[in-house]
């Protein structure tokens, strides 16, 4: 049976007649075509697909799109303005913090939700925000240079 679920998405009002146990991944994926949201694991493990959901990062592959009604939702796609990359995705960039690139989006939307709730982590505390995420290309140490760079950035340059 299919339902209306009515949702932000990426900052737009989306209006979806789906049916409501539908992933949440596929439909970003496949209804929305937005790709940068990867399928990895399929249990919630590796942190590939992960989205905000009001501003929380959630594995897209564990909850129905019905989930998500009345919400918000910000994909990697969503996270610059217009043409301008967001502090993280650029960080990323700077730092070379990816090598086959797979884990990125999720490391990514992670991050962003860990400097939402805290502006000015240490490495320890950004590690452990990122812990649940996995890579394998051990890229690790560049992507807390990263998150670190990032952090200050989005505190317009100041310190601690």
Do not use: Y
């Amino acid at each position: 049976m299919e339902e209306t679920i009515r949702f932000k998405l990426n900052g737009r009002d989306t209006e979806l007649v789906n049916d409501p146990n539908q992933i949440l991944l596929w439909v970003l994926r496949n209804h929305f075509g937005l790709t940068g949201t990867k399928f990895g694991c399929g249990i919630g493990f590796c942190g590939s697909c992960t989205v905000l959901i009001d501003n929380e990062p959630v594995r897209s592959c564990m909850i129905p799109v019905s989930d998500v009604a009345g919400k918000s939702v910000v994909t990697i796609e969503g996270l610059g303005e217009g043409e301008e990359l967001h502090p993280v995705q650029q960080a990323f960039i700077d730092h070379d913090a990816l090598q086959c690139g797979f884990c990125t989006p999720g490391m990514i939307v992670t991050a962003v939700g860990l400097l939402g709730k805290n502006p000015s982590p240490t490495r320890d505390e950004i590690a452990a925000g990122l812990e649940e995420n996995l890579c394998r290309c051990g890229a690790h140490t560049r992507i807390i240079d990263a998150v670190e760079d990032a952090a200050v950035k989005i505190r317009g340059g100041k310190g601690k």
